[in-house]
């Protein structure tokens, strides 16, 4: 074992070797090998290479050097590209700050039955009057940045629950599909996390329908791990053990506190009172929106011809049963 590996336990230790194909007698080899490449893209600003930092994109990519070397490009080609959302990226960011106290996200004290960090967002906690959904996003990578230093989750990553409950029509109409592909390029494309399981709970029917609109920029990977479990709490329970979740999510936990992630993060700062401007913002909705359709990468996602408009939400003539809503939309691997 190399010290790059120190913070591993045993078992995370012969995971990492089974699973990620990781070798403690390759180990300085492979990142080497990531770190040879960066001269191939001279366009991008690679601002942190160190040999611990590599290796979170190897795990993520199961030692696969060049998916390992394009995720570190993506990471820093994404930041360079929305270069406002990174600005002030801290916990005492007044929407940042407001986004964690509303519990986004949510983190769970328990880890489940395969070393995994379960992140929880109640959706309807959204309050669209004190921050954006970028504040959002820009809480949950600021979250995960703090997260991910841990190798045990580079080892065995994250779940990801969402709860629908509550969640109106017109919160959802500010999900626009330019929003909604922003989210996906900065977890799924950009960020060195393995994700185990992306899990929808009461979701209505305008949630699917916001679905069809985010499907054609996830990677087949990605769709086998999404979930959608309706009200059938049950199918949920199946795949994570409801000792470990709050009674909201039918588990036997208490009800979730939404300040306990925030309090990590802002410690002292977490009771401090913020004055919310929305004028002070350099990023609104509506600017990022226009520089997304201007500046869109054409190595990006293609939309498939099925997408709904954007901005449009049709309500389908039949809406599923919940008992349809209730299985999984595919299984794991």
Same mark, same amino acid.
């Given at each position: 074992?190399?010290?790059?590996?120190? *913070?591993?336990?045993?078992?995370?230790?012969?995971?990492?070797?089974v699973?990620l194909?990781?070798?403690?007698?390759?180990? =300085?080899?492979d990142?080497?090998?990531?770190?040879?490449?960066?001269?191939?893209?001279?366009d991008? *600003?690679?601002?942190?290479?160190?040999?611990?930092?590599?290796l979170?994109?190897?795990?993520?990519?199961?030692?696969?050097?060049?998916?390992a070397?394009?995720?570190?490009?993506?990471?820093?080609e994404?930041?360079?590209?929305?270069?406002?959302?990174?600005k002030?990226l801290?916990?005492?960011?007044?929407?940042i700050?407001?986004a964690?106290?509303?519990?986004?996200?949510?983190?769970?004290?328990?880890?489940?039955?395969? *070393?995994r960090?379960?992140?929880?967002?109640f959706?309807?906690n959204?309050?669209?009057?004190?921050?954006?959904?970028?504040?959002?996003l820009?809480?949950?990578?600021?979250?995960?940045?703090?997260?991910?230093?841990?190798p045990?989750?580079?080892v065995?990553?994250?779940i990801?629950?969402?709860?629908?409950?509550?969640?109106?029509?017109?919160?959802a109409s500010?999900?626009?599909?330019?929003?909604?592909?922003?989210?996906?390029?900065?977890?799924?494309?950009?960020?060195?996390?393995?994700? *185990?399981g992306? =899990?929808?709970v009461n979701?209505?029917?305008?949630?699917?329908a916001?679905?069809?609109?985010i499907?054609p920029?996830?990677?087949d990977?990605?769709?086998?791990?999404i979930f959608?479990h309706g009200?059938?709490l049950?199918s949920? =329970?199946?795949?994570?053990?409801?000792e470990?979740?709050?009674?909201?999510?039918?588990?036997?936990?208490?009800?979730y506190d939404?300040?306990?992630?925030?309090?990590?993060l802002?410690?002292?700062?977490?009771d401090?009172?913020t004055?919310?401007?929305?004028?002070?913002?350099?990023?609104?909705?509506?600017?990022?929106e226009?520089d997304l359709?201007?500046?869109?990468?054409?190595?990006t996602?293609?939309r498939?011809?099925?997408v709904?408009?954007?901005?449009v939400l049709?309500?389908?003539?039949?809406?599923?049963?919940?008992?349809d809503?209730?299985q999984?939309?595919?299984?794991l691997d």
């Open positions: 074992m190399t010290h790059l590996q120190a *913070g591993l336990s045993p078992e995370t230790l012969e995971k990492a070797k699973e194909k990781e070798n403690p007698d390759t180990l =300085h080899q990142i080497q090998e990531v770190r040879d490449m960066i001269i191939t893209r001279p991008i *600003g690679f601002l942190r290479t160190d040999d611990a930092f590599i979170r994109f190897l795990r993520a990519r199961k030692f696969n050097h060049f998916e070397f394009r995720l570190l490009a993506q990471y820093f994404y930041r360079q590209q929305n270069l406002d959302m990174f002030n801290k916990a005492t960011d007044p929407g700050k407001q964690l106290k509303d519990g986004f996200p949510g983190v769970l004290s328990n880890l489940d039955k395969y *070393g960090k379960i992140l929880v967002l959706a309807a959204w309050d669209q009057s004190r921050y954006t959904f970028v504040d959002i820009r809480a949950i990578l600021l979250s995960l940045e703090s997260m991910i230093e841990d045990e989750l580079q065995n990553g994250f990801l629950i969402i709860d629908w409950s509550n969640f109106t029509f017109k919160q500010k999900l626009t599909p330019s929003m909604l592909r922003l989210a996906i390029e900065g977890l799924q494309d950009s960020f060195p996390a393995r994700f *185990g992306i =899990h929808f979701q209505p029917w305008y949630i699917h916001l679905y069809t609109v499907r920029f996830l990677k990977k990605t769709r086998k791990r959608m009200n059938n049950n949920l =329970h199946q795949l994570i053990n409801p470990i979740l709050p009674s909201e999510l039918g588990g036997m936990m208490p009800p939404m300040g306990t992630w925030a309090r990590t802002l410690d002292h700062a977490y401090e009172e004055d919310y401007c929305p004028e002070s913002y350099t990023l609104s909705v509506q600017d990022l226009r359709e201007k500046n869109l990468s054409p190595k996602m293609k498939s011809q099925s709904v408009e954007p901005g049709k309500r389908p003539d039949k809406v599923k049963s919940d008992e809503n209730m999984p939309l595919l299984s």
